[in-house]
């Protein structure tokens, strides 16, 4: 019998991004997945968590994959087993060398197992938790009355099925935008607040790990539906997807 992985993720709240990481972890391997402390795992996954190395994981060595920083910051170096990151400017941080980039959330579909869901929602629109209670998010949902709003401490395989059954994903979570991905679902990033810690490193430390340039956070009170849907593109997101399969560490 294969032994349990030792996972850290942030558990503190039901975030959707945080609870992909055990599930996903758990489809990829095989094995079981409990949750560890920073003093205690054997690998960091989804999550923006390396800005925490110093503190924590510094006198051991653990396996990372997928995992990226939240905000710039000085060069950290690491003596980690690195599998994989989100993007070059994580990738930057650590002086890694590191040929995969990719966020693991972009393996969601494997959740689904399968399963085909049927269009339901024009739009979808998933904040971000900082920016549920925000007067932005207020005047969205006045712009947009008949959109979708998917809250992102559900359960997360219903907001993936939520996400599935969209033609249109407008997120200011970034797992958001990366399940959409995941699940082939056009999608456009939305800034509601500056509450996000970070502000656009995280998304475009993930834009850069795909190859992709995204469309422009658009103005929703001119932008046209068809023109968010028809200016979506993901081309190499098979090949990010195979790299991050690939690269999954034998722990």
Known sequence: MKKAIKLHWASSKPNFGDCLSPLIVECVSGCKVVHAAPTDCDLVAIGSLLQRIRNHWWNRRIHIWGTGFIEEGKSTGSRHYIHAVRGPLSAARLESDVKVYG????????????????????????????????????????????????????????????????????????????????????????????????????????????NTVPLPVPDLGRARFEELVDGYSRPELDTVKQGLLASFPDI
């Open 103 to 210: 966020d693991p959330g972009l393996l969601a579909a494997l959740l689904l197992d399968g399963k085909v869901i049927a269009k339901k929602f024009q739009i979808s629109i998933l904040a971000h938790y900082k920016d549920k209670d925000s007067a932005e998010l207020r005047r969205l949902l006045e712009l947009y009355p008949d959109a979708h709003l998917i809250d992102v401490f559900s359960d997360p395989i219903e907001v993936l099925s939520g996400i599935a059954a969209s033609h249109l994903v407008l997120s200011s979570a970034m797992h958001g935008l990366i399940a959409a991905d995941a699940l082939g679902v056009p999608n456009v990033r939305l800034v509601l607040s500056g509450n996000l810690r970070g502000g656009d490193y995280k998304f475009i430390d993930y834009y850069r790990g795909i």
